[in-house]
């Protein structure tokens, strides 16, 4: 039945936002955008035609209240939502509650998402259609006892996960028996907390197998397709890093046979519009279901790509009445196109999220073969409401090798300053051989990167040291009008990189300058400086790096990492603590979760000491020394700022000098 759709309200934000209203107006519709108080000024809200606040920063109050966004989409005459992916995408609640109001929802139907919403009713479903499932425990019994008698039948090592999660949330590796108790609390409380539900399955772990997913789609008539396979296998806390497609596992037998469980899987469910249904292939080949994400997924470029299809123009047509526009037999598959995830987190700090305020953002601009998702602006601040995903870099070519050095290039010319995030990382994980071969399993971080420089290098080198001193030391001369001197001049300054102080001492002779620190010497020669970039030669080589300069603060990539350094030359020294920090701070804004100590408690090396959560996250902070606590600044359930004293730790030097 065909529908007249002519406004879309888009219920999300960020780079997904701005893809759908993107679209969306290329083909005529009218859109708006939602947005909470401190995303007034959001890129999502600057491209859409209308927009509509729906509430305060906190999701809870504003991205999943589903009155104030049927409202606003009232209030607008918009007569389709288009839920991106993430907040209410898979809330069958949020669809039926469009329906109820007259708005089209861009998406399949209630019942298909609340069945493989629930990763439990929806094995129990697959396993009746004949699809494969790996082993495992999804019935409704609960309770811890039968979760861990269950897992002891299956064995070691096994899945816990969340019935309705997704992300990695809830999901936890169990490899013996001792750690299971603890870790499905754990899983059930971040299931909790994440979902509203704290519904557990168990599956035997299929150890180091790849992660490919179908892309299908299905009409109003009965169509159903697929639109080949994503190889999603590197990932990091299960959740992906690298995205590609084709994949380079893949054979045309394996491809049509993956293909055909996912059309079976998605016709199980009467399924309309977007999907994709994601299994875990062992190096046999053999294939088992995983999930059906009911939804756009967010690497859905690569297919785009490679198809030659929007997709969000696909999911348009089939919300408004009107048949695939392509059969089985017309979809083809052309070259290669790989995608990775920008994210606001430090690799060198456990990947821990991170936050603060976009004070550069420069993207490749048009190049051929480069596509860039995002919904940033600079001055923009990136808090622990949200997830930590800022960007999809995106790359084709005829074939994976050209694609592998297009986005390799395109990620080095991206510029993000002010905030840490994992971009030397990525661009460290398509330099890998393994990964250039196309052999990189779930198993590929854990395995082949758990020492790679771009996640264990928590010091700054003698040539970014030396790179920093040149911006301050252009600084405190454009300070100094009336400075004239073709003389000498010798500056030493004192640099703080995470709590670590550097001495380092500049000599400026003309345009060289040398620069020594602990780790040695280094001369460069300064080729130019202006609009936060310096021109530099190091040992012969000509290179430029940008920077950000903010009175003493100094946001520094120099191809290396990010960094911020804190000019402390003028600020008195500090003592050192040699047995380790007896403080435990918050690394970010966030919720006190779970705390697991009180005053006078004696604590161990690595003992956890309280739980937070930030960007839809839990993290475990843990103690550095060995001691006794001797202060609790904070109870659960309260709000908490980055570098807040949450906890404090006298330490038992004896104990730990004998560590």
């Not at 299809?309 to 089985?328: I, S």
């Not at 005829?398 to 993000?416: N, P, W």
């Not at 990382?425 to 790679?452: M, N, P, R, S, Y």
């Not at 202006?530 to 940008?546: K, L, P, W």
Request: negative net charge; aromatic residues 6%.
């Amino acid at each position: 039945m065909m529908k007249t759709l002519n406004k879309i309200l888009v219920a999300n934000r960020g780079e997904i936002a701005v893809r759908v209203i993107e679209t969306a107006k290329r083909l005529g519709y009218r859109t708006v955008a939602i947005y909470s108080d401190i995303d007034s000024q959001a890129r999502h809200v600057l491209k859409a035609d209308q927009a509509v606040c729906v509430g305060p920063a906190s999701v809870s109050e504003s991205y999943l209240v589903v009155e104030n966004i049927i409202a606003a989409a009232l209030k607008t005459g918009a007569d389709a939502i288009h839920p991106g992916y993430g907040f209410l995408s898979e809330n069958a609640s949020f669809a039926r509650a469009c329906d109820d109001a007259g708005i089209t929802f861009i998406g399949p139907g209630a019942d298909a998402i609340e069945l493989m919403g629930s990763k439990r009713q929806s094995k129990v479903a697959m396993l009746a259609a004949g699809v494969p499932c790996i082993d495992g425990y999804q019935s409704e019994e609960q309770s811890d006892s039968v979760l861990i008698e269950k897992a002891l039948q299956i064995g070691f090592p096994l899945m816990v996960k969340a019935s309705a999660g997704g992300g990695g949330r809830g999901m936890r590796l169990v490899n013996q028996q001792s750690e299971l108790a603890e870790q499905i609390k754990t899983a059930r409380s971040e299931a909790q907390n994440a979902f509203g539900s704290g519904e557990l399955i168990l599956e035997r772990a299929v150890i180091a197998p790849r992660h490919i997913e179908i892309q299908v789609f299905a009409d109003r008539f009965g169509n159903t397709v697929y639109l080949g396979e994503r190889d999603c296998s590197i990932q990091r806390r299960h959740q992906k890093v690298v995205e590609e497609a084709p994949s380079p596992f893949v054979d045309n037998a394996l491809r049509k046979r993956m293909g055909q469980a996912a059309v079976d899987a998605a016709k199980a469910c009467h399924y309309i519009g977007a999907g994709t249904v994601e299994f875990l292939v062992d190096k046999d080949k053999n294939f088992y279901f995983l999930e059906m994400n009911t939804r756009l997924q967010v690497e859905h470029p690569v297919t785009e790509m490679v198809t030659g299809q929007d997709l969000v123009e696909w999911q348009l047509m089939v919300a408004a009445g009107d048949p695939l526009p392509l059969t089985q037999e017309q979809i083809v598959i052309t070259g290669h196109a790989i995608e990775v995830r920008l994210y606001a987190e430090d690799p060198r700090q456990g990947f821990m999220p991170q936050t603060g305020e976009v004070l550069c953002w420069q993207t490749p601009g048009q190049r051929e073969g480069i596509r860039i998702d995002h919904g940033l602006n600079c001055a923009d601040i990136i808090s622990a409401h949200y997830d930590p995903m800022l960007a999809k870099i995106i790359a084709y070519g005829d074939k994976r090798s050209v694609a592998v050095r297009r986005l390799t290039s395109a990620i080095q010319d991206t510029q993000l300053l002010g905030v840490n995030s994992n971009k030397h990382f990525l661009k460290k994980v398509l330099q890998h051989t393994i990964f250039q071969a196309g052999e990189a399993t779930t198993a590929f971080i854990e395995q082949h990167f758990f020492d790679d420089s771009s996640i264990k290098q928590n010091t700054a080198n003698m040539s970014t040291l030396a790179r920093a001193a040149i911006v301050y030391y252009q600084h405190e001369l454009a300070n100094k009008h009336n400075w004239r001197s073709a003389a000498e001049q010798a500056y030493n300054f004192r640099l703080d990189f995470n709590s670590q102080i550097y001495d380092v001492r500049l000599v400026k002779q003309e345009n060289l300058y040398l620069v020594t620190t602990n780790q040695g010497k280094t001369q460069l020669a300064l080729i130019s400086h202006h609009n936060s970039q310096c021109v530099v030669i190091e040992d012969g080589v000509r290179e430029a790096f940008h920077y950000v300069l903010q009175q003493h603060v100094l946001y520094l990539d120099d191809g290396t990492g990010h960094y911020k350094f804190d000019n402390v030359t003028h600020k008195p020294a500090v003592a050192s603590n040699t047995v380790g920090s007896a403080e435990v701070k918050a690394p970010m804004d966030g919720v006190i979760v779970n705390l697991l100590v009180q005053e006078n408690d004696e604590v161990e090396v690595g003992q956890i000491i309280v739980v937070m959560e930030a960007m839809k996250m839990e993290h475990q902070m843990k103690a550095a020394v060995k001691g006794r606590i001797n202060f609790v600044g904070v109870v659960v359930g309260q709000q908490v700022k980055s570098k807040q004293l949450l906890v404090a730790i006298s330490a038992d030097q004896a104990k730990n000098n004998q560590a």
